[in-house]
């Protein structure tokens, strides 16, 4: 009994831990997208900052 004990709790581990990193994936592609709509959202402030320059 004490046999089957150490692979079974070790695959139970595996499953729980593979759970945790699809959730964890999602939240990282989410920071991503927002991250990059941040990005452009700076390019556009400093492009309207240039022409407002040459004025």
Known sequence: MA???????????????????KSTESASQQQVAQLRAEVEQLKAERATQRAQETL
């Open 3 to 21: 046999i089957l004990a150490c692979p079974v709790g070790m695959g139970a581990m595996m499953l729980m831990m593979r759970g945790k990193s």
